[in-house]
């Protein structure tokens, strides 16, 4: 018989650099836990220097309410998308500011397989902010190389539902390849098969920091 390792933390964070990346990452997690934990979504860039996504801070409001994160509980930080990689030190500076105010237990941001630009940053700043945190990095399909997930969390087919729903949402991107519903299914169907489990997100270890205990039976 399988035994699952419990983890738990009552704050949570997420991290994305744009404007969709947290769901793609991490959205059938959310939908799973955000019943149970305070969670706190934060994108770095609303992506608004593009006139053709003039419509995606709306959809993203709608994607992460859809997961049952309200908007009090996602933020939109103002750093310019290509442009990270500029703004390095005003990032950790930010992320320290949210590890001060939020105080997270567990931290989830872009893997270290990632090859976009501002994904790099986010990483590399988040880990520098957040010394001490367990920090787990979630995959974006469109800009990562060689991700393996070595932690793979059991989510039920409810959540895969809610995270399709909440990918819906983004109408901008609607004839995106790493939108649709199929592959997002299939890969949710592929990280429960290396778990021996119907479904489950898969994210890679850039911070594990735990305490072994025994408990008495």
Known sequence: ???????????????????DDIELGAG????????????????????QKNPELENLVKEHYNSMRTLGVPEKNVIL???QTRLFQSYRQE????????????????VFTHTRADLHQDHGTVTEETLRAFRGT??????????????????????TEADLQ???????????YASKYYFSPQITR????????????NYAEGFDTLRIIGMFTCVNQ
């Open 28 to 47: 059938a997690l959310i939908a799973h836990i955000v019943q149970q934990a305070d969670i706190l979504c934060v994108t770095l860039s609303d992506n």
């Open 91 to 106: 990032i950790l500076e930010y992320l320290i500011g949210l590890r001060r105010e939020f105080q997270p237990e567990i």
């Open 162 to 172: 809610k995270k399709l729903d909440s990918l819906a949402e983004y109408k901008t």
């Open 134 to 155: 367990t920090v787990l990095g979630f995959d974006v399909l469109r800009s990562s190389y060689g991700f393996f997930p070595n932690f793979l969390v059991e989510v």
């Open 77 to 79: 930080a103002p750093f």
């Open 186 to 197: 299939a890969t949710l169907i592929r990280h429960g098969a290396l778990a021996e489990r």
């Open 1 to 19: 018989m399988n035994h699952d390792m419990a983890f738990y933390g009552r704050r949570i964070l997420f991290i994305g650099a744009h404007p």
